[in-house]
């Protein structure tokens, strides 16, 4: 009877983690992801959950439901009530509460961040340290093809910013984007070294 009860209750979540990994899926068809090789977005949210449920040890269905979906207000033509017809209330209100405000300017969003990294719930805390930690990565060592150096250090900033009012939710993920913060900064200092050491030894170019 026990056994019948687990494997029924592994179903239907496994059931949802596709259904919302085939929605994002479809959401993002046609999006790519800035980096050089332009990567299909979808790469993006499915790391987003594996960092929540292999280093954050989140085993939250809900949260990582939520972290498959959590672009898809923001840059798709995804609505709140697709959300909640699909996957119910309580995901709908966590996607909503990771998701910026499109309708105000990006400095605006990004400074409400800031703001309001601290009164998050707890999933949604969780979800915003995964993407960062994500972000941070992607920034340093996949970056936008068209980011100067400058644009890129300040980035990682603004990052630090955030997490900050994140911390004390989860000691596994707070640690690896402090340690993904250092390997990325180290990364930007060795990619400044070595252009200096172009232009030094290569003073045409200037």
Same mark, same amino acid.
């Given at each position: 009877?026990?056994?019948?009860?687990?494997?029924?209750?592994?179903?239907? /979540?496994?059931?949802?983690?596709?259904?919302?990994?085939?929605?994002?899926?479809?959401?993002?068809?046609?999006?790519?992801?800035?980096?050089?090789?332009?990567?299909?977005?979808?790469?993006?949210?499915?790391?987003?959950?594996?960092?929540?449920?292999?280093?954050?040890?989140?085993?939250?269905?809900?949260?990582?439901?939520?972290?498959?979906?959590?672009?898809?207000?923001? /840059?798709?033509?995804?609505?709140?009530?697709?959300?909640?017809?699909?996957?119910?209330?309580?995901?709908?209100?966590?996607?909503?509460?990771?998701? /910026?405000?499109?309708?105000?300017?990006?400095?605006?969003?990004?400074?409400?961040?800031?703001?309001?990294?601290?009164?998050?719930?707890?999933?949604?805390?969780?979800?915003?340290?995964?993407?960062?930690?994500?972000?941070?990565?992607?920034?340093?060592?996949?970056?936008?093809?068209?980011?100067?150096?400058?644009?890129?250090?300040?980035?990682?900033?603004?990052?630090?910013?955030?997490?900050?009012?994140?911390?004390?939710?989860?000691?596994?993920?707070?640690?690896?984007?402090?340690?993904?913060?250092?390997?990325?900064?180290?990364?930007?200092? /060795?990619?400044?070294?070595?252009?200096?050491?172009?232009?030094?030894?290569?003073?045409?170019?200037?």
């Amino acid at each position: 009877m026990i056994k019948s009860i687990m494997e029924t209750v592994l179903k239907n /979540d496994l059931t949802q983690f596709l259904k919302a990994l085939n929605f994002s899926a479809e959401k993002h068809r046609h999006q790519r992801r800035k980096d050089s090789s332009a990567s299909p977005y979808i790469n993006h949210p499915i790391e987003v959950a594996n960092v929540l449920w292999t280093i954050g040890e989140v085993c939250d269905e809900t949260a990582i439901i939520a972290a498959l979906l959590h672009d898809t207000l923001e /840059d798709t033509d995804a609505t709140a009530e697709d959300i909640c017809s699909h996957f119910g209330e309580e995901v709908k209100a966590l996607v909503l509460e990771v998701s /910026d405000d499109k309708n105000l300017p990006k400095q605006e969003r990004k400074q409400n961040q800031i703001l309001h990294s601290s009164h998050l719930s707890q999933r949604a805390k969780q979800i915003k340290l995964a993407d960062k930690i994500c972000n941070v990565h992607d920034i340093a060592f996949a970056p936008p093809g068209n980011w100067p150096l400058q644009r890129r250090t300040e980035y990682l900033q603004w990052a630090q910013a955030v997490v900050h009012g994140l911390r004390g939710t989860n000691q596994q993920l707070e640690a690896y984007f402090d340690e993904t913060l250092i390997k990325a900064r180290q990364k930007l200092v /060795d990619e400044q070294e070595s252009s200096m050491h172009y232009s030094a030894v290569n003073p045409s170019t200037l």
